[in-house]
């Protein structure tokens, strides 16, 4: 197993901290104008939702996404052999790891054959994973060098055979739902592909598809082309798509939904180190103004219960490596931005963590809005990506 793949990481409490600030419950009920999502059988509600992102959403990212107004969130990636693999007592078995509070949820696959697929969707289903959802999507050279992830936009019959698997491998109240890019690449074939296994996989079952407006060989560079979702909404008219790319700002969100008719965004890039961004996204659906960023006291609270859970899920010892970046990331929304990101990345002790907090979180000063830009250089995309799917 490759490196900062689930198998490898240790340490595991069962335990759950209370939430230690308030819940966002009631945003999740899409305020009128704004059409509420399900997905199948499973009603979500608002239509602003937190995306897979492998490295990033974990139980703890999740529960405070969730706590904060997401109103269903989805796993990291996760492979086949790795699900299955986990064993009980297992130090692994936390990234199966489901709570009350999250629900819904979804479980994210990803694998080669077709065969692995139905035993692992099983056993997410067990875990309590609301959701399967099946990862067509992924760039990574060395994931699609094992014929995984995007790699199957190139196969449709593998791939329509792996939703087919799923579906019939998994009790019929669960939806399925299936993750693409808009294509390997922008030739004519990776296009006819894209809709062959569009259309095969509703024909087949899945209750929704995300698209993700980027093609497998562009990665993160580049816009997501939100005409492509248009069209793919078009092309499928009552069918449940939600919409991926570039969502980087509560207005972005609002816009996508516009734009292209899209039944839901995934939020991803933007929604890390911001989990406000989903109360913010129910604020302009309501018709409201874009509601300030949060106070310094209020990202200090949200801060801290995302570093207590993560200490909970991965031991004091695993918790420090696993935050900096998340740190990294709330930074963003301090009005020393720089200052406070440098912080955050010396912090090798738990200790230290406590000590940027009390010397950039100690005065209640206005929060900032993150820039509503991806990331240029160093995206997190690759990076992640690979850590985990490999
Ligand atoms: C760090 C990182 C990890 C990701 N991991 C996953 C993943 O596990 N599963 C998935 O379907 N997509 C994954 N993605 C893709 C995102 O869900 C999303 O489709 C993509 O980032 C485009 O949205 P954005 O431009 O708004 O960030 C990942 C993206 C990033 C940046």
Known sequence: MARGCPADTDGWLQSSSAPRFRRMAAMSLAPPGTKSLSIGAVPVGLPFVQAALSGYSDWPMRVIARRL??????????????????????????????????????????????????????????????????????????????????????????????????????PEPIPVTVKMRRGIDDSQESRAKFFQILDGAFERGVAAVTVHGRTVMQRYVGPSRWDFLREVKQHLGERTILGSGDLFSPQNCLDMLDETGVDGCTVARGAIGNPWIFSQCAA???????????????????IHEHYALADETYGAKRCCPMMRKFGIKYSRLHPQAVEVRDAFVKVRQPGQWQEVLDRWYGEDLPGVHPPA????????????????NS
Request: charged share 25%; aromatic share 6%; proline share 9%.
């Open 284 to 302: 302009l659906a309501r018709g409201e103004p874009l509601p300030d960023p949060p106070s310094l006291f209020e990202q200090r609270e949200v």
């Open 373 to 388: 830009e991806p990331e240029i250089a160093g995206t997190p995309g690759g990076v992640a990506c690979e850590s985990s």
């Open 69 to 170: 107004g997401a109103p269903y969130t989805l796993c990291e990636v996760m492979l086949d052999k790795f699900v299955v693999d986990v064993t009980r007592g297992s130090k692994a078995r936390r990234y199966l790891k489901v709570t009350d509070e999250e629900h819904p949820v979804g479980g994210q696959l990803m694998g080669a054959e077709p065969e692995r697929f139905g035993p692992a969707a099983k056993i997410l289903v067990d875990a309590g994973f609301d959701v399967i959802d099946i990862n067509f999507g992924c760039p990574v050279k060395k994931v699609l060098g094992r014929c995984r992830g995007g790699f199957h936009l190139s196969q449709p019959d593998v791939a329509l055979e792996i939703v087919a698997a799923v579906r019939s491998a998994v």
